[in-house]
């Protein structure tokens, strides 16, 4: 026997074998690049439903890492028909990390448990990606020279991570959210699977029963995909809708914009601030009352409403000289001019020359910053469910904003549900009243929301407006008399006067809330 | 097969990971110590200070521009004595009730509250009044106070068991036993509120001279809260590190070392009556450095700091005083008809010509608890579990007693802050002052951060820079029997024309003594300085 120039160290030539090592290699790549995925969708994930991206996403990393680690050590333990193995490793990983996303929502939206169930599944998919390239390496040990061997899978497994850390942000989160991709990723690795029972048939004997395994793998998989949407919907209530298209974390809080049904919608915290299907109604209705009760106005105070949805219904009156919207958060706002979404639901509003947009917690700023006295006043936060926002509904809150106020300046408070939280609602005329308002409440329907309340108040006495700007969406003069006419089931309830020292307000608030979730 | 190349790479990437947190160990904060004065407090006990080369004459002098003397000043602007000077050995006036301030907030450097007075207590109503913390009075004459000076909800919360919970008394797994001990301990604080004594007085007022001196009352001074409460059959756990807990932070000092009288006035004497839990607490974010301003302004130029007084002397005339202007290392001399001594005690006998022989015993009585006192400058805040950041926040598996949230009042939420961690040294008085002592600013910033690493782990990562108080002899200690001793009645007698003010005089360090003091000094001096000048 001639030596062998190639220095296999056997000294003998690898035997010829069916065994196709380029299409196996690509399988590499699909493999990397699925693994890839199912890592951020869960760090993805936590970080939506949890908060706090960095700690989430670390610890997602972190304990996938080791679960990987674990699955490379266990690929010792594995002896008998590396081929059949590798398929089947392949065909539970496309189900487990394929069905992630939708369970992980599922399980967020309807049990107590996410965070046991979030790391045993991260906890599963890494080690069995973790058997993965070991197993394959050992498959393919023998056709290819040890150092090409090593070369090749690890190129292609950077590459293929690669890749999808490229994919994920850039075109999967936005085009396909959350759910449809981790489907759809698991759908590839299915097909990985199956198609390693071509590719690896010789090895593996008898493929009947392990094809179609992974034919029922795939189909559930492929139905999965095709479901998304229905399946979203399904859990949307207790969830974000749809698909996230944009997410950011602030100091301040969680920022999420999702789209689907024709509509997007806007998050913080996890908690609905409006959807573009009816977010006319709830501006309009914020408002135009307070601009009609107030006319020739030219010094309007936006306080929260960082969308720029407000400012927007703001601009619609030529009187108006100068808008100051005072949000606290410079993501919110930055967000409100360059998202395109939302920068075409406002119109550019924050850009307009007549707004000034200050980012400041407004109860500071309204005691800290000495400005000319506003006309109008519109308060747009967030519903009282923290101490943190419960401070911005307080006599303390009120009494600085009519100290910036004309003496017949007019305010619009967004004031909760009167139908869902009664007591809240009208605790929160009972404190306007305690700090020197006449007030009139009013409310509408907003389908997103439901039956919403407003507050009209005046440090003066004042009138219910009569007419309001022609050729609205919703506000006419007829609906705009409906809006202050309440039905006995959410008529006035004698409620506590809601003050920094007791915060009955969020008390209150997470109570009646609670109902309904 | 040595195959797992991923496994090298994914182990290179957790080392240099781990490696960026340690090399961010280095703390990467200032940490400096603000008060108080040490330096000035060494050169004055060394003593072989020249003579002055510079008379100045007043007719009343106050030593010491702390809460004691400062209420001395307004109460004498109040009887139309107008002409005093207030000398104070620190650059700023205030004493342990000082505020301070940086970038970020305003924060105390020590007293941080005070309950809200009712009406009976109408001269610090009145000085309340002076400052805008009442915003008008109701029909029954009860001042309404500013909603912003009133702590604001969520007050306490207690962190154990790993997450943080709603208010100071650790509430969750309580068995029935331990509420029913709560409730009776509750219903005991009732019945001492409610008491009145022949005269009409309660058990415990506040100033406490207010108070009854009845015996029954005077014979809880005998016995050691925890005496007390194994009297009571109060043995459970959670009751008892509530109890031990306020004795630290009102005086620093252990359960079974606190008088049951000075334990039980922590709670009684804020109570107007039966289930008024306790008064609403008036705080500001520089602490009761918003009261410490609002005196200081009153006093304007009449208040010199920077002046520390090295000796008083009693003269045919009155009183010399002999000052080191610390800025310049001069001597100044004053004469005066009568003064005001309103520091604490030990620096009496030594600054009171004359004072240690004449009741050296009865100063040798007052001990005092060492106070550490970090202001921590955060980044932003951490991460947390459980109940939301509150106003004070306890760690219940520590000896420290926590952190106050200064910007808390002013309703910033998010962002920077500052945190005011109190310590109190609660052993030995002179090992645990030298233990105090020997720590630098560093020491005292590692000590804060180890201890809120329980509850805050990345707390490290944030702090942007540390400013220390180091209170030597930070709290009187009201052990059993010292409340009611002679040598306090003695303390508080005057030496010839040279009056005391301080809160130890009452055995307490409090806000409302400190004012009590003050006041009565102010009376005494005006009662003297009248009849004097009549005489003349
Ligand atoms: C850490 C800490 C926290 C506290 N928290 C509270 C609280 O929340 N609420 C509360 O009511 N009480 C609190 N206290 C108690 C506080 O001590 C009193 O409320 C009050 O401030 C005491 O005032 P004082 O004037 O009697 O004494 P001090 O504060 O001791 O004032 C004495 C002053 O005299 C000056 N002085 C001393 N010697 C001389 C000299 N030779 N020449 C010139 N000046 C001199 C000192 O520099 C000082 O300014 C706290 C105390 C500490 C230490």
Redesign the interface.
């Known amino acids: 026997m001639a030596d062998d120039p190639g220095g296999a160290p056997s000294g003998l030539q690898p035997p010829a074998s069916n065994l196709k090592a380029t299409p196996l290699f690509l399988s590499v790549l699909l493999i990397a690049a699925c693994g890839l995925i199912y890592e951020l969708v869960a760090g993805t994930l936590s970080s939506y439903l949890l908060g706090d991206s960095v700690l989430q996403f670390s610890t997602v990393i972190g304990v996938y890492l080791s679960a990987m680690g674990l699955g490379s050590w266990l690929s010792k333990y594995v002896h008998r028909n590396l081929a059949r193995r590798f398929v089947e490793i392949e065909l539970a990983v496309a189900l487990v990390g394929g069905t992630s996303a939708p369970i992980l929502f599922l399980a967020f939206a309807r049990t107590h448990t996410f965070r046991p169930l979030l790391y045993g599944e991260v906890i599963a998919v890494g080690t069995l990606v973790g058997l993965e390239i070991p197993i394959l390496m050992r498959i393919l040990k023998d056709q290819v020279r040890f150092k090409d061997l090593v070369a090749h899978v690890l190129t292609l497994d950077y590459i293929g991570a690669l890749f999808a850390s490229l994919l994920f942000p850039l075109l999967l989160m936005p085009k396909l959210g959350l759910v449809r991709t981790s489907l759809l990723f698991g759908l590839l690795n299915g097909i990985v699977g199956l198609w390693g029972t071509w590719l690896l048939r010789t090895q593996i004997g008898e493929t009947f029963w392990l094809r179609l395994k992974g034919v029922m793998v795939c189909a559930l998989l492929l139905f999965g995909v095709f479901e998304a949407k229905r399946f979203t919907l399904a859990v949307e209530e207790e969830v974000f809708a749809d698909e996230i298209v944009y997410a950011k974390e602030s100091p301040y809080q969680r920022i999420v914009l999702t789209r689907g049904r024709g509509s997007f919608q806007l998050f913080l915290n996890g908690n609905l601030q409006f959807s573009s299907a009816d977010e006319y109604r709830y501006h309009e209705a914020l408002v135009h009352p307070a601009l009609a009760a107030r006319p020739r106005a030219r010094r309007v105070l936006v306080c929260g409403g960082g969308d720029g949805l407000a400012v927007r219904e703001v601009l619609k009156h030529p009187e108006v000289r100068e808008v100051v919207l005072v949000d606290l958060d410079p993501e919110m706002t930055s967000m409100a001019r360059h998202q395109p979404l939302l920068r075409q639901l406002n119109g550019g509003a924050l850009d307009d020359p007549r707004v000034k947009v200050v980012n400041a917690d407004a109860f500071v700023w309204l005691t800290e910053e000495q400005s000319e006295p506003f006309d109008v006043a519109l308060v747009d936060f967030p519903d009282p469910n923290s101490f943190a926002l419960g401070k911005l509904y307080t006599t303390r809150f009120y009494k600085l904003l009519k100290g910036r106020l004309k003496a017949d300046g007019i305010i619009a408070v967004q004031s909760t549900s009167p139908l869902m939280a009664r007591q809240s609602y009208w605790c929160v005329a009972t404190t306007l009243e305690a700090s020197g308002f006449k007030v009139r409440p009013y409310h509408l329907a907003v389908p997103s929301f439901g039956v919403w309340g407003y507050m009209l108040a005046s440090p003066g006495d004042f009138e219910v407006p009569a007419h309001t700007l022609p050729g609205l969406r919703h506000l006419t003069d007829e609906a705009m008399m409906a809006m202050f006419a309440f039905p006995a089931d959410m008529s006035r309830v004698p409620a506590e006067v809601n003050r920094l020292d007791n915060q009955v307000l969020v008390q209150a608030y997470t109570r009646e809330w609670k109902r309904w979730s | ?1 040595n ?5 090298k790479r ?1 182990t290179f ?2 080392l240099s990971a781990a490696a960026s947190v340690a090399c961010r160990r280095r703390p990467g904060f200032e940490a400096s110590l603000i008060a108080p004065d040490m330096a000035t407090g060494h050169r004055l006990r060394q003593g072989g200070l020249p003579e002055p080369d510079r008379w100045e004459d007043v007719p009343i002098l106050i030593v010491g521009g702390g809460i004691a003397g400062l209420s001395a000043a307004w109460q004498l602007d109040r009887l139309g004595l107008r002409e005093h000077l207030i000398l104070e050995l620190e650059p700023a006036a205030g004493g342990t009730a000082r505020g301070s301030r940086n970038g970020i907030s305003p924060h105390p450097l020590g007293a941080h509250y005070l309950p809200a007075p009712p009406r009976e207590h109408a001269d610090l109503v009145e000085l309340l009044g002076e400052t805008g913390a009442i915003e008008s009075f109701g029909p029954d004459g009860e001042p309404r106070y500013a ?2 000076m ?5 007050e306490e919360r207690i962190f154990a068991g790993g997450q943080w919970w709603e208010g100071l008394y650790f509430h969750a797994g309580a068995n029935g036993e331990d509420l029913r001990q709560l409730k009776r301990f509750q219903a005991e604080v009732d019945r001492l509120a409610a008491w009145r004594d022949g005269k009409g007085r309660p058990a415990f007022g506040l100033p406490r001279s207010r108070g009854s001196d009845a015996p029954e009352v005077r014979a809880l001074d005998g016995v050691t809260l925890a005496d007390w409460c194994n009297g009571h059959g109060l043995t459970s756990p959670r009751l008892r590190w509530m109890l031990d807990y306020a004795c630290r932070d009102d005086y620093g000092l252990r359960l079974d070392e606190t008088s049951a009288w000075a334990g039980l006035f922590y709670f009684a004497a804020r109570q107007q009556g039966p289930h008024d839990r306790s008064r ?1 607490i008036l705080t500001w974010p520089n602490g009761n450095g918003f009261l410490v301003e609002h005196l200081a302004r009153q006093a304007g130029h009449r208040l010199r700091t920077g002046h520390a007084v090295a000796s008083l002397r009693t003269t045919s005339t009155g009183v010399e005083a002999r000052v080191l202007e610390v800025a310049t290392g001069r001597m100044l001399g004053f004469r005066a008809r009568r003064a005001i001594f309103a520091g604490p005690l030990h620096l009496a006998g030594a600054v009171v010509e004359g004072l240690k022989a004449d009741r050296g015993s009865s100063l040798e009585a007052f001990h005092r608890s060492p106070w550490l006192v970090v202001n921590l400058t955060l980044r ?1 805040r951490p ?1 947390e579990v459980g109940f ?1 950041m509150a106003w004070d926040n306890v760690i219940r598996d520590s000896p420290s007693l926590g952190y106050v949230v200064a910007t808390h009042q ?6 920077p802050t500052v945190w005011t961690w109190y310590h109190p040294f609660t052993g030995e008085e002179k090992a645990e002052r030298a233990r105090l002592l020997a720590m630098d600013a560093p020491a005292c910033a590692e000590m804060a951060l180890a201890d809120l690493e329980r509850a805050h782990p990345e707390i490290r990562e944030l702090v942007a820079r540390v400013d220390v108080a180091r209170w030597g002899h930070a709290m009187v200690r009201p052990r059993p029997g010292f409340c009611w001793s002679e040598a306090l009645v003695r303390a508080r007698q005057p030496f010839g024309p040279i009056h005391f003010a301080h809160t130890e005089l009452s055995g307490l360090a409090l806000f409302e003594e400190a004012f009590d003091h003050g006041l009565r000094a102010a009376r005494e001096v005006n009662a003297l300085y009248r009849s004097g000048s009549r005489s003349t």
Do not use: I, N, Q
Request: hydrophobic residues 30%; glycine residues 16%; charged residues 40%.
């Open positions: 097969m195959g797992d190349g991923r496994m994914r990437l957790a909603e912003h009133l702590v604001r909800e969520p609403p932003k991460r939301p002013r309703g910033l939420d998010a962002g």
